[in-house]
Structure formats: C-alpha cells, structure tokens
C-alpha cells in the first residue's frame, strides 16, 4: 500500500514540474496543403488540408493563424471527411476538437483572410506568411498554391527563407510553391501579384505605384541569394583548406612539447636512483600532497596536515581523540592557519578534539567560516608550492596558443548561418581544445619533474615493498609514508601501510621514538574520517534556470501547427 502510495505521489509530481513533456501528444504532420483563392475585393479564402499521424490518445489538432498588421481571419470552420468538427478560439488559436487513438486524420480547414490583399496603382500583392517561426511543429510535405480571380499571364512571384525558390507559375496564373519538408521554427513568406485591375472591389493600399519596389525586392532577394552562395563556396574552401592546416600546426606544437616532456622523464628515469623509501622532502608534506595531486586537496588531506603537525613537534597527542598545541609559531604559513582554526576557533586553551570538530560543524552558521578557513589553508599551501621554482614560465607561449583560438571564433557564428554543420563542429572542437591547452599547459622544470617523478614512483613501487626492508626505514620516513598515503586517499598505499603495520616484529618496538609513530597510525583512521565527516556535513550545492523565445513573420503575422 506505502510503495503504490508513494508511485503515485512521484507520478504526481513529474506530471507538475513537467506539465508539458508530461502530456505531450505524439504526432507527426505528413501532408500539409493549403489553397489561397483571391478574391475580387481584396479578401483572400483559404482552404487547408492537414493529415496528422498520431501516435497514442489525442483530443484534437490546434491551428494558430495570426494575421497581418490591417488584416483579420474570419469564418475559421474544420471538416473532416465532409463532417464539421467543434472548434474553440484562444486569442489566434484554433483548437479543433476531434478525439482518438493511434490514428492517421485528415482535416480540412477554411477561413477568409478579411483585407488580406495590398491594392496599389498597378499591381495588387498577396505577401503572407502563413507560419512563422514561433510554429513549433515540422511540416514533412507542404505545398502552398495561390490562385488569382481570373486567368492571367502577368505575374510576379518568389518567396523568403524556406520559400526561396519554391515557385512555380502555372499556365492560369496561379503560382504553385512546393516546400517540401519544412523543420518548426522556421519562416517562409510568400509574395504575389498581379495587376490592380483583377481586383476592382477591393480598397486601395496606397495611391502609389508599387510593382517596381516588388521586383526590386525579388532582384535583391535574387543578388542576396548569390552572395550567400559566394560566400559559403568561400568558408567551404576555408573549412577544407584552413582548418586542416589550423589542425596540423596545433598538432604539431602538441607532438614538440610532449616530446620535450617525454624527454625529460626519461633523463629522470636515467639519472634517478633506485628506490629505498619515501622520497626526500624539499617541501612540506600538505604541500607536496597538493603538488602532486593535480593541485587538489582531498578532506582528508586536512586530517594529514594535523598528523604531520604532530610529526614535527608542533602538537602532541593527549588522549585517543585529543591534541594539544606546544609550539604556538610555525615558519609556513599555512600550517599557523591550521594550528589557528582548530585550537583557536574550534578547539579553546590550545586544545582540539574530535567532538569539537563535530560540534563545530553541527552547527550551521559555522559552515561559511569552515569553508573560508579551508580555502585560506589551501591558498597558503598554494603560495608554498608557487613559492619553488616547480613549472616553467611558458606565460608569452600559452597566451599565444590561446589568441590563435580568435582565429577560428568568427566561423563558428558564419559556419553554422550557411548550413556548414560538420565544419563547425571541426571547427568547435578545435577552438576548445586549444583554449583548453591554452588554459593546462604548464611544463615542470627539472625540480618540479623530479618531485613528481619521485613521488609517482614511490606510489607504484610502495605496494611490493617488503615488510624486513620497511622495518629498516627510520619512523620519520614511515610517518610521511603514511601521512602521504592519508593525504593523497591513496588506497592502495594506506593499504600496504595497514599490512606493514600489522606485521610489524615486537623488536621494533624498543626504540623511543616509535612511542609517536604508533600515536599517529593509532588515531589516523579516526583523523581521517572525523575530517572527511566534517567536509560533507558543510557541503551544499543550488540550481537556476530561465528561458525566453519570440519571433513573427511579415507584418508581425504568422503562426503553426500542433496538437492536444
């Protein structure tokens, strides 16, 4: 009863926050063909006939005429095999009631375009756009034929955008435009005239002469296609020629520096020594955890900086969960940012516990000043490692690299408007990957190669070290062995670390100095998730969206097609 309950509730509540992808209605329009007889007194009679495929339950078909500015729709009826179907009106939309289930439906529309014809002294135009792109719904095959009151041979004739060149005069006069398949959002105004005497009931426009402008507008249109043509035969050179060319020289600087760098590892590789233990440390250990883990800093990596502060005398262990602070100075900075936040403002009295970390983040005003505190530890660990000379100053070059993207950006506006779609997705890809280059390219110097490298073996080889040869180690090697291993959340060397632990020999044990070794390992695993609790307490996250849209056809009409 709970499960059926709750399924009902989910359902529920998809249906309200997506009320529209919820109820959608699966259709396609197939056939869409519509007949404009013009009349003698300017209005135009429109008959439409639509056949919908559907797939699933549906309630009817919508229709969204929007006249011209001076023109209205009037007398909107819907047939379907001679039977008149109801029909409700919102606004400019039509909702044609006609219910069913997986069917295929033809519906036949009628309407009269009141003033939908322009009179002027010599020729008389029927300039409309029968949708537009608000239409949200693709057309597979539509054809649009306008029909004068009587025959005639004087006509002019063309279309905008997706009618360009899709007419054809028949012998009556009457113009024939085939668009075939139409995408939604898409405009496609039509343009026809005839002389002003085949239409003497209707009222005149403008006492002017007009049939010049008209086929001054067609030789434009006609001049304007030819420059586009020009112009994308030219940006077509330019993707089969240029962005090749961009590609090779791109490539060809990525093969030159990972050729320098394999280079260098491989004078590591021939110059390091054989690995014994844990590398020497030439910076501290949260900051050789930062630079060797692509610059980040795991949760537990705070838990290895409070661990290494006890390696080093800066604090004391007291009890299983309990530190003190002994020495109130240190000379990084960003170990006194540590010492600072957890015996200051979480701890008191140079004190610190778990249950004060666990107290301190419980409470949620805290949660702005933990995540500030850890990003001033971070970017103090930052200043330390940017403080060595560990990358190469490759400033002039990677900024080069990434002004040659500029290049490539005026055609990833040009490709796309002249329909070059796979040269603009070449040409997409290759503009992120040399900004993203551009943005990642810092080559190490010698130092700071041979600390990566260094490190990098000690994680591989760590794992096969054996458990006499690890006992051999001094306990301060063994501390940042497995500080590092906490700090880095490397499983495989905090599990090698557990194994060497465990089987550790009794006469190890009479040294004094192991007295702190074992108080590290001992309160570790605590450290560790304390420190890692704490972090996805404080951790939040949040999400926005907007949307807008608009669009219209000549003389702010339009429309298209849909269903419900």
């Given at each position: 009863?709970?499960?059926k309950?709750?399924?009902?509730?989910?359902?529920?509540?998809?249906?309200?926050?997506?009320?529209?992808?919820?109820?959608?209605?699966?259709f396609?329009i197939?056939?869409?063909?519509?007949?404009?007889?013009?009349?003698?007194?300017?209005d135009?009679?429109?008959?439409?006939?639509?056949?919908?495929?559907?797939?699933?339950?549906?309630?009817?078909?919508t229709?969204?005429?929007?006249?011209?500015?001076?023109?209205?729709?009037?007398?909107?009826?819907?047939?379907?095999?001679?039977?008149?179907?109801?029909?409700e009106?919102?606004?400019?939309?039509?909702?044609?009631?006609?219910?069913?289930?997986?069917?295929?439906?033809?519906?036949?529309?009628?309407?009269?375009?009141?003033?939908?014809i322009?009179?002027?002294?010599?020729?008389?135009?029927?300039?409309?756009?029968?949708f537009?792109?608000?239409?949200?719904?693709?057309?597979?095959?539509?054809?649009?034929?306008?029909?004068?009151?009587?025959?005639?041979?004087?006509?002019?004739?063309?279309?905008?955008?997706?009618?360009?060149?899709?007419?054809?005069?028949?012998?009556?006069?009457?113009?024939?435009?085939?668009?075939?398949?139409?995408p939604?959002?898409?405009?496609?105004?039509?343009?026809?005239?005839?002389?002003?005497?085949?239409?003497?009931?209707?009222?005149?426009?403008?006492?002017?002469?007009?049939?010049?402008?008209i086929?001054?507008a067609?030789?434009?249109?006609?001049?304007?296609?030819?420059?586009?043509?020009?112009?994308?035969?030219t940006?077509s050179?330019?993707?089969?020629?240029?962005?090749?060319?961009?590609?090779?020289?791109?490539?060809?600087?990525?093969?030159?520096?990972?050729?320098?760098?394999?280079?260098?590892?491989?004078?590591l590789?021939?110059?390091?020594?054989?690995?014994h233990?844990?590398?020497?440390?030439i910076?501290?250990?949260?900051a050789?955890i930062?630079?060797?883990?692509?610059?980040?800093?795991q949760?537990q990596?705070?838990?290895?900086?409070?661990?290494?502060?006890?390696?080093?005398?800066?604090?004391?262990?007291?009890?299983?969960?309990?530190?003190?602070?002994?020495?109130?100075?240190?000379p990084?900075?960003?170990?006194?940012?540590?010492?600072?936040?957890?015996?200051?403002?979480?701890?008191?009295?140079?004190?610190?516990?778990?249950?004060?970390?666990?107290?301190?983040?419980k409470?949620?005003?805290?949660?702005?000043?933990?995540?500030s505190?850890q990003?001033?530890?971070r970017?103090?660990?930052?200043?330390?490692?940017?403080?060595?000379?560990?990358?190469?100053?490759?400033?002039?070059?990677?900024?080069?690299?990434?002004?040659?993207?500029?290049?490539?950006?005026?055609?990833?506006?040009?490709?796309?408007i002249?329909?070059?779609?796979?040269?603009?997705?070449?040409?997409?890809?290759?503009?992120?990957?040399v900004?993203?280059?551009?943005?990642?390219?810092?080559?190490?110097?010698?130092?700071?190669?041979?600390?990566?490298?260094?490190?990098?073996?000690?994680?591989?080889?760590?794992?096969?070290?054996p458990?006499?040869?690890?006992?051999?180690?001094?306990?301060?090697?063994?501390?940042r062995?497995?500080?590092?291993g906490?700090?880095?959340?490397?499983?495989?060397?905090?599990?090698?670390?557990?194994?060497?632990?465990?089987?550790?020999?009794?006469?190890?044990?009479?040294?004094?100095?192991?007295?702190?070794?074992?108080?590290?390992?001992y309160?570790?695993?605590?450290?560790s998730?304390?420190?890692?609790?704490?972090?996805?307490?404080?951790?939040?996250?949040?999400?926005?969206?907007?949307?807008?849209?608009?669009?219209?056809?000549?003389?702010?009409?339009?429309?298209?097609?849909?269903?419900?």
């Amino acid at each position: 009863m709970l499960k059926k309950w709750i399924t009902s509730l989910l359902l529920a509540a998809l249906l309200f926050v997506f009320p529209h992808q919820s109820l959608a209605v699966e259709f396609s329009i197939t056939n869409v063909k519509m007949d404009a007889y013009l009349q003698n007194n300017g209005d135009v009679k429109v008959e439409e006939t639509h056949t919908y495929v559907f797939d699933g339950e549906f309630n009817g078909i919508t229709r969204e005429v929007i006249p011209k500015k001076g023109a209205s729709i009037r007398q909107f009826t819907a047939t379907e095999n001679g039977k008149n179907l109801r029909i409700e009106k919102e606004d400019d939309l039509y909702k044609i009631h006609r219910k069913g289930e997986d069917e295929t439906i033809t519906v036949t529309l009628y309407y009269t375009v009141k003033n939908g014809i322009q009179v002027y002294q010599d020729v008389a135009q029927f300039y409309w756009p029968f949708f537009d792109d608000r239409n949200e719904s693709s057309y597979e095959n539509l054809s649009i034929t306008v029909h004068p009151p009587v025959p005639t041979e004087d006509v002019i004739a063309f279309g905008y955008d997706a009618a360009f060149t899709a007419e054809s005069i028949q012998e009556d006069g009457s113009v024939f435009f085939k668009l075939g398949y139409v995408p939604s959002n898409t405009n496609a105004d039509i343009r026809v005239a005839y002389p002003a005497g085949l239409f003497p009931k209707a009222p005149t426009t403008a006492d002017k002469p007009m049939k010049k402008d008209i086929l001054k507008a067609e030789q434009e249109l006609i001049e304007q296609a030819a420059a586009d043509a020009k112009t994308k035969e030219t940006l077509s050179t330019i993707s089969t020629v240029g962005i090749p060319a961009f590609t090779i020289i791109f490539l060809l600087l990525l093969l030159r520096d990972w050729m320098s760098a394999r280079s260098r590892r491989n004078d590591l590789m021939r110059e390091g020594t054989q690995f014994h233990s844990v590398p020497k440390l030439i910076m501290s250990l949260p900051a050789t955890i930062f630079f060797t883990n692509n610059h980040y800093l795991q949760p537990q990596a705070m838990a290895a900086g409070l661990l290494d502060l006890v390696r080093q005398g800066y604090v004391t262990k007291s009890a299983d969960d309990m530190f003190n602070r002994v020495r109130s100075k240190s000379p990084l900075k960003h170990e006194n940012v540590l010492m600072e936040w957890l015996f200051d403002k979480i701890g008191s009295q140079h004190t610190f516990s778990f249950n004060d970390l666990t107290s301190y983040t419980k409470n949620k005003k805290n949660h702005t000043n933990f995540h500030s505190f850890q990003s001033q530890w971070r970017d103090a660990i930052k200043h330390e490692v940017d403080s060595y000379s560990l990358y190469e100053n490759k400033t002039t070059y990677r900024f080069l690299i990434g002004l040659s993207s500029v290049l490539l950006l005026p055609f990833l506006f040009l490709f796309p408007i002249y329909d070059l779609l796979g040269s603009f997705f070449a040409a997409l890809l290759l503009f992120f990957m040399v900004i993203l280059y551009a943005c990642v390219y810092r080559p190490k110097t010698w130092e700071g190669a041979q600390i990566a490298y260094e490190w990098r073996q000690f994680k591989a080889r760590f794992k096969e070290t054996p458990q006499a040869e690890w006992e051999k180690w001094s306990d301060d090697e063994r501390m940042r062995a497995y500080i590092y291993g906490l700090g880095i959340s490397s499983k495989e060397v905090y599990r090698k670390n557990d194994e060497l632990i465990e089987a550790l020999t009794p006469s190890s044990y009479n040294d004094g100095d192991t007295a702190l070794f074992y108080s590290i390992i001992y309160i570790g695993p605590d450290t560790s998730s304390s420190f890692r609790s704490a972090y996805q307490s404080t951790s939040s996250s949040g999400d926005s969206s907007s949307s807008s849209g608009g669009g219209g056809g000549t003389g702010g009409g339009g429309g298209g097609s849909g269903a419900f």
